[in-house]
């Protein structure tokens, strides 16, 4: 029989910031501590997740419901929504039961992450459905802070770009702006150097993988790093 | 006489977030508490300020110095590099004691943030001074988190620019990115409606200011605002 008063469960996106367990802010703190259910998407590869071990040295979590949301690394559009939504339903089951949800991800829960996708996904199916985002420490914010090069003063111009994005674009946006972050870099270094080699910035640039966690590595001769192979979670921040 | 044992102090950068006290990390929190003095960086004109009254929310300061970074609200380029300077110095001699100092930003410290213009004039000074930055979530994750759009995803491009920017430089940045968030826009709006017009963005488009804050106002019809005196605190997100 069902419970006509049985309440809605709320779906949180929780940002755990960039990788450092004391990145996280006090509300994410708090809103893992009171939920239910802890979801944690992660690929098919993966043995475990990240996101997961980052919270667990800051947040005692036993006896909490862990929901591991499997999506695959593949950029086949029909699989990949097919997957999005299985995982959707997932969320909304729990959802429906009552329980509060905490979606974790590193950084910001809506800035390049799977999160976003979710949104729609579930508001289709529960329209009512309360869902709030506490925002995190983004990997950019870190990266900054680690080589104490500024990611903005006064009326600079900031960009964000992933470096997959077409080489004649890049540039442009390179020239132009104050600082650029470039995203995804770990399998374009090489077109990544000819441009900052043609741009004459080579020395205005630091590569940064897996910042603020314990295996961080920071390069400044970026040139160094040509015909390497890179991690995924790596970065490069040009600040003229 | 002077000790030569003497440690000197060390000067930390400790982002508190966009306004909410919750939004500061476990790391500011704990340097906050750590620290014998607090520099609060402030305009002549500030009564009191903000950035203090949120750390007082969240963490015990009874007992710890402040100390007043008073700056002047001027693009007098000689006064405001006197200004500098001399705040820096009452820096320099509080390390000097050996006294470890958190200087505190709302945001963080390197994302248009007075901080950033200390470090070279500190170091100038003191060369072998140790620098730490604590990150904090920014007015942009905040404003995305509220109204639940995303600043990026997938391989979307981000573009931050203060909106004082030239009209034609905007403009077509504007149009060749994802999300742009438009910065210092109480003084510009009617620029900025003019732009988004003919670009046919205006639904696209958000208003926020304080964002986070107790007084925190969203407005989604951008056009009401035409003509109106904005809050200095105030920002545009667009997202195509």
Redesign the interface.
């Known amino acids: 029989m069902r419970d006509s008063k049985l309440r809605t469960g709320v779906l949180y ?1 929780v ?1 755990i ?2 990788g ?8 994410a ?2 809103i893992l501590k009171q939920v239910e259910v802890i979801a944690v998407p992660k690929s098919k590869e993966e043995a475990e997740s990240k996101a997961l071990s980052i919270v667990q040295q ?1 947040v005692d979590i036993k006896g909490k419901e862990i929901l591991e949301l499997v999506l695959p690394m593949t950029k086949e559009k029909e699989i990949l929504a097919k997957a999005r939504e299985d995982v959707a339903n997932l969320i909304c089951e729990k959802l429906k039961q009552g329980m509060d949800i905490a979606c974790i991800t590193l950084g ?6 799977t999160f ?2 979710f ?1 729609p996904l579930i508001t289709k199916v529960l329209p009512e459905i309360e ?1 709030r ?6 990997s950019i ?2 990266v ?3 080589t ?15 470096a ?2 077409e080489e004649k ?1 890049l540039k442009e ?1 390179i020239r ?2 104050d600082s650029i972050v470039l995203m ?1 870099i770990n399998k374009v270094m090489d077109k990544i150097l000819t441009i900052l080699e043609e741009l004459d910035l080579k020395d205005k640039a630091v590569f940064i993988s897996r910042a603020g966690w314990p295996d961080e590595v920071v390069v400044k001769d970026v040139e160094s790093l040509r015909n390497k192979r890179l991690d995924y979670f790596s970065m490069i921040m040009i600040k003229k």
Do not use: M, Q
């Open positions: 996106g940002g910031g960039p450092d367990p004391e990145l996280l802010t006090l509300k703190v708090r800051a910001d829960p809506l800035f390049y992450s976003s996708y949104i869902v985002v506490i925002p995190g420490v983004t914010n870190a900054s802070s680690i104490l090069l500024p990611l903005a003063e006064a009326d600079e111009k900031v960009a964000v770009i992933p997959t994005y674009g946006i132009n702006f995804k």
